[in-house]
């Protein structure tokens, strides 16, 4: 079943601060604190499919508009909770 892109999910940010990257250069570094530019060659080379390009494209965006601030909490909560 396709991921429904057309309603928020607020279950994404946390995943933003928990998931680590699966694969390349940046593999099991956690996906929120991957760096822009790294973001940037797959906003222009394209995203993967799925769950995962969702997610990528989600934190770039974030970091694009200078939004990181707003993870902040989630991470604090992650860190406690391991």
Aim: positive net charge.
């Amino acid at each position: 079943m396709p991921f429904d892109t057309s309603q928020p999910h607020p279950e994404l940010l946390q995943e933003l601060v928990t998931m680590k990257m699966p694969f390349g250069k940046y593999k099991d570094r956690i996906l929120c604190d991957l760096p822009d530019h790294y973001l940037e060659w797959f906003q222009r080379s394209g995203f993967p499919k799925g769950k995962l390009g969702i997610l990528l494209e989600t934190m770039y965006v974030i970091k694009l508009n200078g939004l990181s601030y707003l993870l902040d909490p989630l991470k604090k909560q992650n860190i406690r909770m391991r």
